[in-house]
């Protein structure tokens, strides 16, 4: 069996570059970097960022493009995939390793609210809803009372 399995966590590097195939298919690309910190075998603080590049396709792409910009915070589940081409000035064999997402979660924004939404309708709270609670007599039960 064999897998090829990739979820990372992190925030966009720039803003998502949208653009068509020529079959119509959206295609988003990201930048996403995540952060991994640890102590040395002294106890000091160690800190590294890895950056990932991420290819999106269809629907997800034009969501992604629309909502998510610079910064924001995402979940990407995908898979690895390197493609290569040659350089046309140099001849030279360049590859490049990327994550093809297959699922697109946004994360919190830095006002608090869950990204995905039209932005004024973030903005704009929901009315509280009243919370219907049970009341209980404030007799004793006694238990031979209870029919089973």
């Known amino acids: 069996m064999y897998l090829n ?13 949208l653009k068509s ?3 119509g298919i959206q295609v988003a690309n990201i930048g996403v970097a995540t952060n991994r910190v640890w102590k040395d075998k002294d106890g000091n603080k160690q800190e590294n960022t890895e950056f990932h590049n991420v290819v999106i396709f269809g629907r997800q ?9 610079k910064g924001s915070s995402v979940l990407i589940e995908g898979r690895l995939q390197t493609r290569s081409w040659e350089d ?15 699922a697109v979660q946004f994360g919190p924004r830095k006002d608090g609210s869950v990204g995905g939404g039209n932005t004024q309708q973030t903005q704009q709270q929901a009315p509280a809803k009243e919370i219907e609670t049970i009341e ?13």
């Open 88 to 102: 046309k000035e140099t001849g030279k064999k360049l590859y490049r390793t990327e994550v093809i997402a297959e």
């Open 21 to 23: 195939l020529p079959s």
């Open 61 to 69: 792409a034009e969501t992604t493009s629309q909502y998510l910009k």
């Open 5 to 17: 399995k990739v979820i990372i966590i992190g925030n966009l590097t720039r803003d998502p570059e």
């Open 136 to 148: 209980y007599p404030e007799e004793e039960i006694n238990p031979e009372d209870i029919p089973f």
